[in-house]
Every structure is written in C-alpha cells, then in structure tokens.
C-alpha cells in the first residue's frame, strides 16, 4: 500500500487535482482511497457528484464509541473509496482535530484492511503545518509528500513552509518530499519560481497543469474532469501526473 499525502494553500486547486489523480490511478486498476484533510470537508465533493456525507468528526461527536467503518466512508465514482475528516464549527475548538480524530478512527475500525486499497491519497490544506495538518506527513502515515503550487507569491511561500516540515519531520524516519506539481496561473517567471522552489529542497517539479476553462466546467457539473473531459488534453495531463507520481514511488503496475 502506497500513502501519499498532497499539501497546498488553500485555493490551489489541490482538491481538484487529487480527485483527478484518484481516478487516474483508479484507471490505471488502482485501488485508490482518497482522505480528505480539510474543515470545509470538500475533497471528495466531485467524486460524490455534490452529494453530502457526513464527517468523520461529525460522526465521532454523534456516535462516540458506537462509531463504525460504515458511518464514515463512502464509494465515489470510479470505485474511489471517499473520506472527509471534518472540523469543528468555525471559532471553536481545533481544526487539526478533524484530522487526528479521522485517520485514528480509521485505523480502529479497520478501514485499510477491509478496503484494501493499494494507494491512499491524503488531501491536506497546507496554509498552516502544525497539529493536525502535519499529522499525515510524520507517524507513518505517509511514504511520500507532494507539493501544488503555482508561481503565485503566497502560494510559493506556503509551498516552502510544507517542504521545510517534510524536511525536518524526514530526520526522524517520517514522510519524504517526493516533488512539486506546478498548478499554472499564468503568472510572470511562473516556471522559473517553481523551479527555484524546488531546487532549494533538493526536488523536483513532476507535473505541470496548464490553466483550463474545462476544470471549471467540470466542477459545476459536479464531475471531475476525467468524467466529464475523458478524451481532453487536460485529462490527459491528470493521467501523466499519476504515472510520475508512480514513477517517483517506485510503482509500475496494480499491487
């Protein structure tokens, strides 16, 4: 089972590109579960077709120890097995403890083994590395970290913030920066920047997205875009970031 976890600041498209690269790499004949780490407990929104489930963190508060696989996991489209770990309501409490409470809860109640997914995506807003957030990236829970960004100052500067976590969270055996996806916004010296970003961590860019109306189309449909543009040129470009992502972790074929 291969764990990868993708970070990004908020409003990077990062959603948007793992649920693309989910069903990627379920095409592939990938089994492919998707976490979404993220209070607005939207990562999974297109695999779902916009259908509301509830969160892990929701459900816990509600069920407590009567809490079961069931209540919190559901199957979206392309058999991706879909996961929202939820926050608290707005000004209370924190929001990292979504994120502890999901992927604890998700080990207690057997989620790997009963889904035996070959590759777990962890969708985690990357804005702040601290508590909860950082959780994917260190305890094993991740193999490998991935990086969105655009040349966009801030989202450069967040970008930079992630890798250093991963940097030090490395020396004691955790997660490893496994690249860059360069989001394009079309933004003066945007390859340049991104590169430089990746060269200052020892990286490298592994996928470019090129800006497409066709990803806002989509997400008003309620589809990822590989459902509603299979044959476009920007579905492609989904497919080709799952083969680096497998090259990077040393996958070639389904488990």
Do not use: W
């Not at 948007?16 to 990938?30: C, D, F, I, R």
């Not at 996991?73 to 929202?84: I, L, N, P």
């Not at 193999?143 to 250093?164: P, R």
């Amino acid at each position: 089972m291969k764990k990868i976890a993708v970070y990004g600041k908020g409003g990077i498209g990062k959603s948007t590109t793992v649920s693309n690269l989910a069903v990627a790499l379920a095409e592939k004949g990938y089994k492919v579960m998707q976490i979404g780490c993220d209070p607005k407990a939207d990562s999974t929104i297109q695999l779902r077709h916009g259908k509301e489930i509830p969160t892990v963190l929701e459900m816990f508060q509600q069920k407590k120890q009567n809490l079961k696989l069931e209540d919190m996991v559901t199957v979206g489209y392309a058999g991706v097995v879909c996961v929202e770990a939820g926050g608290p309501t707005p000004g209370l409490g924190c929001a990292g403890r979504g994120i502890i409470t999901a992927l604890e809860k998700l080990e207690e109640t057997g989620a790997y083994e009963t889904y035996q997914p070959d590759i777990v995506l962890y969708d985690v807003l990357g804005d702040v590395v601290c508590g909860g957030f950082s959780m994917p990236m260190r305890k094993g829970y991740a193999d490998q970290v991935f990086i969105i960004t655009s040349g966009e100052n801030m989202a450069l500067h967040a970008g930079a913030n992630i890798a250093m976590a991963v940097e030090n969270f490395r020396n004691r055996g955790y997660a490893s920066l496994g690249g860059i996806i360069l989001n394009k916004r079309e933004v003066p010296r945007e390859e340049e920047k991104v590169r430089e970003l990746a060269e200052d961590f020892h990286t490298q860019i592994i996928g470019r997205l090129d800006r497409s109306e066709l990803v806002m189309e989509a997400e008003e449909a309620g589809k990822v875009l590989l459902e509603y543009a299979p044959d476009s040129q920007m579905a492609e470009e989904y497919r080709k970031l799952a083969d680096q992502i497998l090259a990077v972790c040393g996958e070639e074929r389904p488990c």
